[in-house]
């Protein structure tokens, strides 16, 4: 809205050419009539009647310049009868449609205006400027022609400006929609992790939940203060969970003062074994090698891997399981394995979470930061989960 009135007004222009071309057209026809030139106001009746048929059809030049054009050839060549001594002024009117037919109309059309251009020149200089010698024939013949070569050469040119103008416009569209897609896309890839994520933290904390429930449930009778102790486990438990939930739904809203805090590292599987620990399962963690810099991408990836085994080992592996967190600091990657020697091996594979972000979810982590994970049935009993991630992914 606070457009410069000049570009205002060029913007207007440009949404409405007919209407700049019939206001020209009838600007044009009222300064012909009153200039009375060429007898105009001498009676001339078949003068003015041509010379509004010859500028008419110029208003049209750009919405129909292949009609407008038929329509100005077949009156020049009615003057050429009719007035065969009188050249009218409105024979302005050819060149310019020379002009349009090569900007606005299609190639054929462009190339047929140009031959019937020329092919006028010679008519015209015979009827009007001959005077009966060669020399003037040539001589007007040749002096027409170059201005019908150059009003179709500039209009040429204009045709060559507005298809660039097109190009140009195509291009932006196709940035538009291809900047769409990679906006939805990386939508989608988002919602993808937020899933694993809360399929993470909900699992996890939920089958500790479970885990001290049962606990406290057959303690309560006999061992109160295990009852209690169970009790104060689910409640920390779930505080955490409802505050790693928030976290996550966080990057779903939009606004100004939201808090945020890092994520899981690989320092922090002590205290998750620890958490699973107070859950009643016997679970060791077995560190060999010095820590190396890694992506926090992949020390995340690490740390849930951890997190989805142990909770499928509290799941699946039974009362009485045991289970194993080893992590290898190799020289190239962190080696991590999860073991059980309970009945975790089909339980796992067969009773699915119905939405397939347990496996799938561990397997598509690794290979996301360029490691690898393979997941199965151990040798007598029990279930594995082993996982390479090197330290530097690759580019």
């Given at each position: 809205?606070d ?13 409405h ?190 089958s ?43 990057v ?32 060791d ?8 810099p ?55 594979i067969?009773?699915?979470?119905g ?41």
């Open positions: 809205m457009q410069p009135l000049l570009e205002r007004m060029a913007g207007w222009l440009r949404r050419p007919f209407g700049v071309d019939a206001t020209l057209t009838a600007l044009l026809i009222v300064v012909l009539f009153g200039s009375g030139t060429g007898g105009y106001a001498n009676d001339n009746n078949v003068g003015l009647l041509l010379t509004v048929v010859l500028l008419a059809p110029l208003a049209w030049r750009r919405r129909r310049p292949v009609r407008a054009a038929a329509v100005v050839v077949a009156v020049s060549l009615a003057e050429l009868v009719l007035l065969p001594s009188y050249f009218l002024p409105a024979n302005v009117a050819a060149p310019v449609m020379i002009y349009a037919l090569a900007a606005y109309a299609p190639r054929w059309a462009s190339h047929a205006g140009l031959v019937t251009g020329l092919v006028g020149a010679a008519l015209a200089s015979a009827v009007y400027f001959g005077e009966g010698t060669l020399f003037a024939f040539v001589f007007s013949t040749g002096a027409i022609s170059v201005l019908v070569v150059a009003c179709w050469a500039l209009g040429d040119l204009r045709r060559a400006r507005l298809q660039e103008v097109s190009g140009l416009q195509e291009r932006a569209r196709l940035l538009e929609l291809e900047r769409e897609q990679e906006m939805r896309l990386a939508a989608s890839t988002e919602r993808a992790r937020i899933a694993r994520e809360m399929h993470d933290v909900v699992a996890h904390s939920l500790v939940v479970i885990a001290q429930a049962d606990g406290g449930r057959y303690a309560g009778q006999s061992d109160p203060a295990a009852a209690t102790g169970a009790l104060e486990a689910i409640s920390a438990t779930g505080r955490q969970a409802l505050t790693d939930m928030r976290k996550l739904l966080g779903l809203r939009e606004g100004d003062g939201q808090e945020f805090a890092p994520q899981p590292d690989v320092a922090a599987i002590d205290q998750l074994v620890a958490d699973v620990q107070a859950s009643g399962l016997d679970v963690l077995i560190v060999e090698g010095s820590p190396q890694m992506p926090a991408g992949a020390q995340l990836a690490a740390y849930r891997i951890v997190q989805e085994s142990l909770t499928n080992v509290l799941k699946h592996a039974g009362p009485a399981g045991r289970a194993w967190v080893r992590l290898q600091w190799r020289p190239d990657a962190l080696e991590l394995a999860v073991l059980d020697d309970g009945r975790g091996a089909s339980a796992s067969v009773e699915s979470d939405q397939g972000q347990g496996l799938l979810g561990m397997r598509e982590r690794a290979e996301l930061h360029g490691g690898r994970l393979t997941a199965g049935p151990r040798h007598g009993g029990g279930f594995g989960v082993q996982a390479v991630l090197p330290y530097r992914s690759p580019r």
